[in-house]
Nanobody, 127 residues
Framework: QAHLAESGGGLVQPGGSLRLSCAAS????????IGWFRQAPGKEREGVSC????????DYADSVKGRFTISRDKSKNTVYLQLNSLKPEDTAVYYC????????????????????WGQGTQVTVSS
């Protein structure tokens, strides 16, 4: 059974950093496009970052570009999201997700194009 589990969230001051982990079981992460998404109260789920299955190309939402970095560790079957220079508006539940049908080198920041979702991890940025 394919499963994703996020971890690493918590409370951090503005300007601080966190590293989120997305650990996969039941499938090999390297063969799928992986995305990070977030959802704050009263807002729709939005794409944050994604990485393709073959060449590992990445994309970022304009709001996080230059501050967040997505990466993959094949040996641990885990995708990470490094969050730097955090702002209060980054506060949200962060989810990772996998797409099961994208071809190689394809990626997307559209939530409804992803199939397998984790339960989410809370990130709170506050002084």
């Amino acid at each position: 059974q394919a499963h994703l589990a996020e971890s690493g969230g918590g409370l951090v001051q503005p300007g601080g950093s966190l590293r989120l982990s997305c650990a996969a079981s039941g499938f090999i992460l390297d063969y799928y496009a992986i995305g990070w998404f977030r959802q704050a109260p009263g807002k729709e789920r939005e794409g944050v970052s994604c990485i393709s299955s073959n060449d590992g190309s990445t994309d970022y939402a304009d709001s996080v570009k230059g501050r967040f970095t997505i990466s993959r560790d094949k040996s641990k079957n885990t995708v990470y999201l490094q969050l730097n220079s955090l702002k209060p508006e980054d506060t949200a539940v962060y989810y990772c997700a996998a797409n099961v049908w994208f071809g190689r080198n394809r990626k997307s920041l559209t939530p409804n194009e992803y199939d397998i979702w984790g339960q989410g991890t809370q990130v709170t940025v506050s002084s």
